[in-house]
T-cell receptor, first 117, second 112 residues
Framework: NAGVTQTPKFQVLKTGQSMTLQCAQDMNHNSMYWYRQDPGMGLRLIYY???????DKGEVPNGYNVSRLNKREFSLRLESAAPSQTSVYFCASSEVLAGDTRADTQYFGPGTRLTVL | QKEVEQNSGPLSVPEGAIASLNCTYSDRGSQSFFWYRQYSGKSPELIMF????GDKEDGRFTAQLNKASQYVSLLIRDSQPSDSATYLC????????????FGTGTRLLVSP
């Protein structure tokens, strides 16, 4: 049981290049999330998917697109990378504990460290 | 005003002491509250959550919630050097689905 996996672990892009960050979970969770973490800003939600087939914008969606490929996989795409997108990107998935949505618990992947030059 | 506020620290405590980490939130409709621990260069991992006023204990950790004061705290008893990390407070406003708003975290340093 690997939990939440992300690829790649590190990536360096030039301004204007595109790339897709991959995320997969093997916990049979319905909900998946993409965050970015920047110094002094904390974790900020980019996009989320409440269930297979649905995606919604979070707090900072500009410059990103997502695809919920199936229940396991949720990818994040940067179409034209900018230096402002230099960050650490975390994928997470969540389950509901004991049938109570207040106790919905998110599990995070190891992160992708992205640098845009 | 930030939705979730934490003192960035560092909070320094000696080994064996009680570490007290605090968090305030602005939305009175917030339903549940989470504490995550994040070691340097690693991903956040859940310590515990709380959604009822009062205290909730789990081993050396106690979460305290006061909705009237919009305040949640985490106490770590018998602090160990391995507890040195950044502690993130997160708040969920939506009872139907979990969309967390995170604070920027408090860095805890436990000295031997």
């Amino acid at each position: 049981n690997a939990g939440v996996t992300q690829t790649p672990k590190f990536q360096v892009l030039k301004t204007g290049q595109s790339m897709t960050l991959q995320c997969a979970q093997d916990m049979n969770h319905n909900s998946m999330y993409w965050y970015r973490q920047d110094p002094g800003m904390g974790l900020r939600l980019i996009y989320y998917s409440a269930s297979e087939g649905t995606t919604d914008k979070g707090e900072v969606p500009n410059g990103y697109n997502v695809s919920r490929l199936n229940k396991r996989e949720f990818s994040l795409r940067l179409e034209s990378a900018a230096p402002s997108q230099t960050s650490v990107y975390f994928c997470a998935s969540s389950e509901v504990l004991a049938g109570d949505t207040r106790a919905d618990t998110q599990y995070f992947g190891p992160g992708t460290r992205l640098t845009v030059l | 005003q930030k939705e979730v506020e934490q003192n960035s620290g560092p909070l320094s405590v000696p080994e064996g002491a009680i570490a007290s980490l605090n968090c305030t939130y602005s939305d009175r409709g917030s339903q549940s509250f989470f504490w995550y621990r994040q070691y340097s260069g690693k991903s956040p991992e859940l310590i515990m959550f709380i959604y009822s006023n009062g205290d909730k204990e789990d081993g050396r950790f106690t979460a305290q919630l006061n909705k009237a004061s919009q305040y949640v705290s985490l106490l770590i008893r018998d602090s160990q050097p391995s507890d040195s990390a950044t502690y993130l407070c997160a708040v969920n406003k939506d009872t139907g689905f979990q969309k967390l708003v995170f604070g920027t975290g408090t860095r805890l340093l436990v000295s031997p």
